[in-house]
């Protein structure tokens, strides 16, 4: 299977504790993203990378957060000190850069975040 | 500013045909897509439309664009049980950045 692949696919944490998620996106594929989905919502944005370089960054993303792609390949997502709020689905897509971009991204099944 | 909007739900009966409808903010956008989401699984696109079309076909997909009234719909002809999934409308805003509804959830009746 050559598509995105995010791991750990659950993760339970106490409040106060620190994670990290990882993303492999699709082999060729030069933009990375990832997003917050919380139950009966939409996906939010929260950051994307072009290669190694994160070029946006959501408000959403507070200080706590700080998300990684040194070789532009596999990216990283960590949460520092993490708290009830931040309980979600945080899912990572992947597209390539084509001419002309549909920008058309391809998601991961997701990793379910609860903080206890 | 960037808001994506959707009915939350929609029932119909196998056989019938589905309307999801959404409304979007930023005229700049340049590619309008539909993405599904299935129990567990990842959002999967299901066809998009670029901002100077009207409408777009794909097998049993229609994307009719309204750029005029920021009106976007996806029409699926001959609703299966298959077909119960949440339907999100998103809009590529800035070249990068996709903005996504709430979704539809689409009940089909058999």
């Known amino acids: 299977d050559t598509g995105v692949s995010q791991n750990p696919r659950h993760k339970i944490t106490k409040r106060g504790q620190n994670v990290t998620f990882r993303c492999d996106p699709i082999s060729e594929h030069n933009r990375l993203y990832w997003y917050r989905q919380t139950l009966g919502q939409g996906p939010e944005f929260l950051t994307y990378f072009q290669n190694e370089a994160q070029l946006e960054k959501s408000r959403l993303l507070s200080d706590r957060f700080s998300a990684e792609r040194p070789k532009g390949s596999f990216s990283t997502l960590e949460i520092q000190r993490t708290e009830q709020g931040d309980s979600a689905m945080y899912l990572c897509?992947?597209?390539?850069?084509?001419?002309?971009?549909?920008?058309?991204?391809?998601f991961g099944p997701g990793t379910r975040l609860t903080v206890l | 500013g960037e808001d994506v909007e959707q009915s939350l739900f929609l029932s119909v009966r196998e056989g019938d045909s589905s309307v999801i409808n959404c409304t979007y903010t930023d005229s700049s956008s340049t590619y309008l897509y539909w993405y599904k989401q299935e129990p567990g699984a990842g959002l999967q696109l299901l066809t998009y439309i670029f901002s100077n079309m009207d409408m777009k076909q794909d097998q049993r997909l229609t994307v009719l664009l309204n750029k005029k009234d920021k009106h976007l719909s996806l029409r699926i002809a001959d609703t299966q049980t298959g077909d119960s999934a949440i339907y999100f409308c998103?809009?590529?805003?800035?070249?990068?950045?996709?903005?996504f509804g709430a979704g539809t959830r689409l009940f089909v009746k058999a």
């Open positions: 998103a809009e590529a805003v800035g070249g990068f950045k996709t903005i």
């Open positions: 897509a992947s597209s390539p850069i084509a001419v002309p971009s549909t920008d058309t991204q391809y």
